[in-house]
């Protein structure tokens, strides 16, 4: 039952179809919008693979509905309509009834001149209102002084200022000034300031000006619309204000007037020019010859199963279909299946390549392995919960797929925390379930290597199933990552066991040359091998020399120790963090209780953010070079679906929003 789930669900992409629709060109845009636009289905030009075919042409017209489409897109931004969705009755309607280009542009322009008149107005009267109320800040305060301000800025040997100083300031300004030209008026105070004018001969203005800023006087540059006594020309600019608002709120209402007036109709064009042009974007990949089109491309087998359920009796259609294996020098797209837990680490994936249609998708187990390996390097209750909160904050406020990851290693770090008994490095506050690390060296060094052995195992086998799925016999059966490398590499580490628990070699030379000698003569030989036995279904070179195989050979054995071997950082880095842990509460003890605390919230987000980057670029390390290098080709290309249904609801989402 495992293997069955393992094999054909679990870890599996997409399956997928290759279609080729024949059908009338009379109502192509219809059968498109109403059959193709609600499917997952990347189209394929018609022409790449069907150059045989006696007069068959390409869709080369020009896409007139483009320019009509944008038009509209344009005037949305005040519109704010939502267009119909595809499922709707009303769109195959809209589609059928004869669409005018030129009315439409036409329409859409002299709408969008009436709404952004208005909207500028709008925006200019706000503009205007908020320079008002500026000007309002900055008389406010001499409000009180009785003089036309227009007489003192027009004086011509004479400078004058407005602004506040601290009260502290004003308290040394008379010793300050009193050997200056200058003549300081306060007319004004509050809690913190006491606002001044002061009066000054022109000629040593700027000498004067550099004393009052050493005071930290702030000047109020009053505008030059002002005229008249203060208090009289705030009541006007009051009125001003009031008069413009009244006036936003007409242009308002005549904007909304508008919008009402015309959002029926426009709804309708927008909707069928959205599907019009959409229709002819699918076009571009079809081809025609006389009366009848040709669509092919790639179908999910959901949407293919719809789509025959969709055109059960109409016998002008006609669908013929291929597997993936019968289509020629086409590769198909792949589509990742992964559930919510695991949706968030295939950009790890895609940060590699995609996999090809007929690999493994190895999303869950990366997301598995880099969690716990994360875990077990970082392993502290106390960074961990924050690392766990940062990434819930990220993944609620933004829905980031790197808020997910960084939560899920925050939860593995935590509870390696529990293991090795860790709180914010300090490991005498709670009890290890295991170990602290610093006082369990070898095991953990050992357990790390154990780790890597399963995890070289586990991607040797994933190989093996991805050859089973390519139908790739010769590197199923001969390669260094297939059954020969696999019963080689389980033939040393059994040797190497029997050596460490018994202390001899105990084997007999026919099972160390069954096991060891026999797989590396099959992958020496693996090049002949394939042409000897799977001339037609090896995809692999001709063959190289003797001599090219056997440094091949040597390489893949090197490759089987180093890749074991890397995964002591596991364990070296769970060490380091230990360490650094360790002499963050050394430092702790040896400056004292306030400067200690200081040295310890600052090492911790040292830790937490310096060594837990290290720590994911390892992870990430380990999964890519010593892993993903035995399994994976990353050859693969992303499918993109032309539905539009559900990007269609989640736009209107937003609209509505």
């Known amino acids: 039952m495992f293997t069955i789930w393992w094999g054909s669900e679990f870890m599996a992409t997409e399956r997928m179809k290759f279609v080729s629709i024949v059908g009338p060109i009379q109502g192509f845009d219809e059968f498109i919008v109403k059959h193709i636009m609600n499917k997952d289905m990347q189209p394929v030009h018609a022409l790449s693979f069907t150059e045989s075919v006696k007069g068959?042409?390409?869709?080369?017209?020009?896409?007139?509905?483009?320019?009509?489409?944008?038009?509209?897109?344009?005037?949305?931004?005040?519109?704010?309509?939502?267009?119909?969705?595809?499922?709707?009755?009303?769109?195959?309607?809209?589609?059928?009834?004869?669409?005018?280009?030129?009315?439409?542009?036409?329409?859409?322009?002299?709408?969008?001149?009436?709404?952004?008149?208005?909207?500028?107005?709008?925006?200019?009267?706000?503009?205007?209102?908020?320079?008002?109320?500026?000007?309002?800040?900055?008389?406010?305060?001499?409000?009180?002084?009785?003089?036309?301000?227009?007489?003192?800025?027009?004086?011509?040997?004479?400078k004058i200022r407005f602004g506040k100083l601290p009260k502290e300031s004003f308290k040394k300004l008379d010793l300050i000034v009193e050997s200056l030209d200058v003549i300081v008026i306060p007319f004004s105070s509050d809690e913190n300031d006491v606002w001044i004018c002061y009066l000054m001969p022109a000629a040593v203005a700027e000498r004067i000006d550099n004393v009052m800023s050493s005071l930290f006087f702030e000047r109020i540059r009053i505008s030059g619309?002002?005229?008249?006594?203060?208090?009289?020309?705030?009541?006007?600019?009051?009125?001003?204000?009031?008069?413009?608002?009244?006036?936003?709120?007409?242009?308002?209402?005549?904007?909304?007037?508008?919008?009402?007036?015309?959002?029926?109709?426009?709804?309708?064009?927008?909707?069928?020019?959205?599907?019009?042009?959409?229709?002819?974007?699918?076009?571009?990949?079809?081809?025609?010859?006389?009366?009848?089109?040709?669509?092919?491309?790639?179908?999910?087998?959901?949407?293919?199963?719809?789509?025959?359920?969709?055109?059960?009796?109409?016998?002008?259609?006609?669908?013929?279909?291929?597997?993936?294996?019968?289509?020629?020098?086409?590769?198909?797209?792949?589509?990742?299946?992964?559930?919510?837990?695991f949706k968030p680490f295939e950009a790890l994936v895609k940060m590699y390549g995609i996999p090809a249609h007929n690999e493994i998708d190895p999303t869950p187990f990366v997301a598995l392995t880099y969690i716990l390996m994360f875990g077990a390097m970082f392993g502290d209750v106390g960074q961990g919960a924050i690392l766990a909160l940062a990434g819930i904050f990220m993944y609620r406020k933004k829905k980031s797929p790197l808020g997910w990851i960084l939560g899920c290693v925050g939860v593995s770090s935590v509870v390696f925390g529990f293991l090795y008994g860790s709180v914010f490095g300090y490991e005498h506050l709670i009890s290890p379930l295991w170990k602290p690390p610093m006082e369990n060296i070898s095991q953990l060094l050992v357990v790390a290597i154990g780790f890597g052995i399963v995890m070289v195992i586990t991607a040797i086998m994933i190989n093996i199933i991805n050859s089973i799925k390519a139908k790739d016999y010769g590197r199923l059966l001969f390669d260094k990552n297939g059954v020969a490398g696999l019963v080689f590499y389980g033939g040393v580490l059994g040797i190497v066991l029997s050596a460490l628990l018994k202390g001899n070699l105990s084997l007999s030379f026919p099972v160390i040359a069954l096991i060891v000698i026999v797989p590396l003569l099959l992958m020496l030989f693996k090049e002949k091998l394939?042409?000897?036995?799977?001339?037609?279904?090896?995809?692999?070179?001709?063959?190289?020399?003797?001599?090219?195989?056997?440094?091949?050979?040597?390489?893949?054995?090197?490759?089987?120790?180093?890749?074991?071997?890397?995964?002591?950082?596991?364990?070296?880095?769970?060490?380091?963090?230990?360490?650094?842990?360790?002499?963050?509460?050394t430092l702790y003890g040896m400056v004292g209780r306030i400067g200690g605390i200081v040295v310890l919230i600052i090492g911790n987000i040292l830790i937490i953010g310096l060594e837990g980057l290290i720590v994911a670029i390892q992870g990430l390390r380990l999964e890519y070079y010593e892993l993903f290098s035995r399994f994976f080709s990353g050859t693969g290309r992303e499918f993109k679906t032309i539905r539009v249904c559900e990007r269609l609801k989640l736009y209107n989402k937003q609209i509505a929003g």
């Open 56 to 158: 068959l042409k390409p869709f080369v017209e020009d896409n007139s509905y483009e320019s009509a489409f944008k038009a509209l897109e344009s005037i949305n931004r005040f519109m704010k309509v939502q267009p119909y969705e595809c499922c709707e009755s009303e769109i195959m309607d809209m589609v059928k009834a004869p669409a005018d280009v030129e009315k439409t542009i036409s329409y859409a322009k002299e709408l969008e001149a009436r709404l952004a008149e208005i909207r500028e107005k709008i925006e200019r009267n706000k503009a205007e209102i908020a320079e008002n109320r500026q000007i309002l800040r900055q008389l406010l305060p001499i409000k009180d002084l009785e003089v036309e301000l227009e007489q003192l800025f027009n004086l011509e040997y004479i």
């Open 530 to 585: 394939e042409r000897l036995l799977f001339r037609h279904e090896s995809g692999n070179r001709e063959g190289g020399s003797l001599v090219e195989s056997f440094f091949e050979v040597f390489e893949a054995v090197l490759g089987f120790l180093s890749n074991t071997v890397s995964f002591v950082r596991v364990g070296a880095f769970a060490l380091s963090h230990a360490g650094l842990a360790l002499a963050i509460w």
């Open 225 to 341: 619309k002002v005229k008249g006594h203060p208090r009289d020309a705030i009541v006007k600019i009051e009125q001003d204000i009031k008069r413009l608002e009244e006036e936003i709120v007409r242009l308002e209402s005549d904007f909304q007037k508008l919008v009402s007036e015309n959002g029926e109709e426009f709804r309708k064009l927008y909707s069928r020019f959205f599907y019009l042009n959409q229709a002819a974007n699918v076009k571009k990949y079809a081809a025609y010859v006389k009366e009848t089109f040709l669509l092919t491309g790639w179908i999910t087998e959901n949407s293919y199963r719809e789509l025959t359920e969709d055109l059960k009796g109409q016998k002008d259609i006609v669908i013929t279909v291929e597997e993936p294996e019968e289509v020629k020098g086409i590769k198909p797209p792949t589509i990742l299946k992964n559930n919510k837990f």
